[in-house]
C-alpha cells in the first residue's frame, strides 16, 4: 500500500515548475524546505494533509504500528523518483 500511495502523490500539487526555479526565486516553499528537495517534500507534505481529512485517511483502520510503516515509506517513492531521475539525465 505504501508503494502504490508513493506512486500517486509523486507529483501531487506540482507548481509546474522545478525545484532550481523555486531556489533560485526564494519562493517560499524552497524557503520552508531549506532548498532541500523541494517539491518532493511539498507533495509529500500536501498528500498528508489531505490524508489527515476524515473523509479520505485511508490509514484510519491500521494500527499504529501500521501508519507509522506507513509514514515512514510513503515519502520515500517520490524522493527516490527523483534521485533517479537525475542520475537518468546525467548518463
Known amino acids: 500500500m505504501s508503494a502504490l500511495v508513493g506512486a500517486m502523490i509523486?507529483?501531487?500539487a506540482h507548481p509546474g515548475v522545478n525545484n532550481?526555479?523555486?531556489?533560485?526565486?526564494?519562493?517560499?516553499?524552497a524557503l520552508r524546505y531549506n532548498d532541500k528537495s523541494v517539491l518532493e517534500n511539498y507533495h509529500v507534505s500536501e498528500a498528508f494533509k489531505l490524508i489527515?481529512?476524515?473523509?479520505?485517511?485511508?490509514i484510519a483502520n491500521l494500527t499504529?504500528?501500521?501508519q507509522a510503516h506507513f509514514r515512514t515509506?510513503?515519502?520515500l517513492l517520490p524522493f527516490f523518483s527523483s534521485?533517479?531521475?537525475?542520475?537518468?539525465?546525467?548518463?
Open 10 to 12: 509523486h507529483d501531487y
Open 20 to 29: 532550481n526555479f523555486l531556489i533560485k526565486i526564494e519562493h517560499p516553499l
Open 52 to 58: 489527515r481529512n476524515p473523509d479520505m485517511n485511508i
Open 64 to 66: 499504529s504500528q501500521q
Open 73 to 75: 515509506y510513503v515519502p
Open 83 to 91: 534521485f533517479l531521475l537525475s542520475f537518468s539525465l546525467l548518463l
